[in-house]
């Protein structure tokens, strides 16, 4: 059972576009909620982290919106640049738990 | 910090042979993931370490894999036979915890057994 839901599974966006990527869960009990950026060749690398006490975090053009009651948060980066281009991972874990449920990944293209 | 150190990068063996994958996590860290990702699978979980010790090993496919941390700055997962169907990129992540829980990943070891 897949315990987070990302979507989609790619995505293209013109520069200076705005790109969203969605991710589910189903476990209450979880309660942080990381990003990670996966450049070709390169391993994962956190980006950005929420808590749920917060449905907002922001730094720079990475922003995650968090909606409890839903179990749903949500990547958007802002202003798009082909630098951008890379998968992008959602994950789940509860506190002082370290193990991670990942999603399935987003490839995003960010077309100059 | 130099991150966690994984080797070797790049790994090519033939069917039948024992591969043995290596990392080395951060310093201070007291826990250690084995990742294993493909484009069919995504990213998968096959072990991890609390101060040494196996945590979860539901992840590994079968008794071909093994793991071990023999102490808190190494660790080696292990296949033996390899099989065709092993070929992946192996990740190596590590974090405190009880901390925030980051975990910071290594740059992989790409295998292909043939």
């Known amino acids: 059972q897949q315990q987070v839901k990302q979507s989609p599974q790619s995505l293209i966006v013109q520069k200076g576009g705005i790109s969203i990527i969605n991710c589910a869960y189903e476990?209450?009990?979880?309660?942080?909620f990381p990003w990670y950026q996966q450049f070709p060749g390169k391993g994962p690398a956190l980006l950005i982290a929420?808590?749920?006490?917060?449905s907002e975090k922001k730094e720079g053009r990475f922003t995650i919106s968090f909606n409890k009651s839903a179990k749903q948060f949500s990547l958007h980066i802002m202003d798009s640049q082909p630098g951008d281009s890379a998968t992008y991972f959602c994950a789940a874990s509860r506190d002082n738990f370290n193990k991670f449920y990942f999603g399935s990944g987003t490839k995003l293209n960010v077309k100059p | 910090d130099a991150g966690v150190i994984q080797s070797p990068r790049h790994e090519v063996t033939e069917m039948g042979q024992e591969v043995t994958l290596r990392c080395k996590p951060i310093?201070?860290?007291?826990?250690l993931f084995w990742y294993r990702q493909t484009m069919m699978r995504g990213l998968e979980l096959l072990i991890y370490?609390?101060?040494?010790?196996?945590?979860?090993d539901s992840g590994m496919p079968e008794d071909r894999f093994s793991a071990k941390m023999p102490n808190a700055s190494f660790s080696t997962l292990k296949i033996q036979p390899s099989e065709p169907r092993d070929s992946a990129v192996y990740f190596c992540?590590?974090?405190?915890?009880?901390?925030?829980?980051?975990?910071?990943f290594g740059p992989g070891t790409r295998l292909t057994v043939l």
């Open positions: 476990n209450t009990a979880f309660d942080y």
């Open positions: 310093s201070g860290h007291n826990s």
């Open positions: 929420i808590r749920p006490d917060v």
């Open positions: 992540a590590s974090s405190l915890a009880g901390g925030a829980g980051t975990q910071y």
């Open positions: 370490f609390n101060n040494n010790v196996p945590i979860d």
